[in-house]
């Protein structure tokens, strides 16, 4: 395990090269700041509601990798103040799929801190979310000798098709991707990291309905207060060291959870991908993206009759999505 982590490090120590700066204020990040991360590419539409979903939630710092956009994601980002970026045309898939700059950047910047690594359509929802911001959850897991938090993708999707309902900069996705499935879940634990293994939902029925296991996994460890002795091993599914996998509760008790609301299911999602297919730059020889192309030539519709509307946390931690634990 420490040679797999060794090796993550002098793939991020290598791969720092790809990077060069646009604007680096992080000399501005202060000694408690909660810093976001993530590598983007051409999700300039997306952009003002992410940075302020989670400007609302009390983040104070954003690193970004971007991966030679061309719609305006670059300059956006530049121009705010409490944004970091950095740009590379090099390959995503090479730099295993982005995780090699975010870890370069995780140990130049981010020790000490707590960081939420995430995509741009991965809306962070934690207990209590509506009334506590996120640095009562932190201050709440460093008082409990928690270093990691786990969240479930959770993937949002409308009612109808895609296509029926557009969506428009600065607009909350959730307003069109309302719906998610409560169940359809299968979850397995993997002996050799101790996270686990989680799959189904959506995707698995609508894009992967005869090989469910081929789906993609919906266990994330998003929110970790970084060492720079860690790294992740397979995107934010796993790290190490292997304890900061143990999310879950052994002994029949429950940890507190998070989900992610994933916002990928809007009318902007064809184009998307279309466009990451053709690169051939994500996993598995972009299998997952694939599925997709073959699916939405029929237009899918994901809203079937088992299908719940979002409320708030609450509701996840009832349909057993996540829980708030013993925190009160």
């Avoid at 090699?100 to 910047?109: E, I, K």
């Avoid at 479930?152 to 999707?157: A, I």
């Amino acid at each position: 395990m420490r040679a797999l982590r060794r090796r993550a490090h002098l793939r991020a120590y290598l791969h720092r090269r790809d990077l060069t700066p646009v604007v680096d204020r992080s000399s501005k990040i202060e000694l408690r700041a909660i810093i976001v991360l993530s590598t983007v590419r051409n999700e300039r539409i997306r952009l003002p509601y992410f940075l302020q979903y989670y400007r609302d939630l009390g983040v104070n710092h954003f690193l970004f990798v971007d991966n030679a956009s061309d719609d305006g994601t670059r300059e956006y980002l530049a121009e705010q103040p409490d944004v970091s970026i950095w740009t590379t045309k090099a390959s995503y898939k090479a730099a295993a799929f982005g995780m090699d700059w975010l870890t370069h950047l995780q140990r130049r910047f981010c020790h000490g801190h707590w960081c939420l690594t995430v995509d741009v359509d991965e809306f962070l929802v934690y207990p209590f979310c509506e009334t506590r911001p996120l640095r009562a959850l932190t201050d709440w897991l460093d008082a409990s000798a928690v270093r990691s938090f786990s969240a479930m993708l959770l993937d949002m999707y409308p009612k109808g098709k895609f296509q029926a309902r557009p969506y428009h900069e600065g607009q909350s996705p959730f307003e069109i991707a309302q719906w998610f499935d409560s169940g359809n879940y299968t979850l397995q634990r993997n002996t050799w990291t101790g996270n686990l293994w989680i799959q189904g939902g959506p995707r698995a029925r609508a894009f992967f309905p005869n090989d469910p296991y081929a789906a993609p996994a919906l266990n994330k460890i998003p929110l970790v207060n970084w060492d720079r002795s860690y790294a992740y091993v397979s995107s934010t599914h796993m790290l190490l060291p292997r304890g900061l996998n143990l999310v879950f509760d052994e002994w029949g008790g429950e940890k507190a959870s998070g989900c992610l609301l994933h916002a990928k299911f809007l009318d902007t999602f064809a184009t998307k991908a279309a466009e990451e297919m053709r690169r051939g730059q994500h996993y598995a020889d972009s299998q997952e993206y694939v599925a997709y192309q073959r699916a939405l030539s029929e237009q899918p519709d994901l809203w079937c009759k088992f299908s719940e509307k979002y409320i708030n946390w609450r509701q996840l931690e009832i349909l057993g999505l996540m829980s708030k634990g013993n925190w009160a």
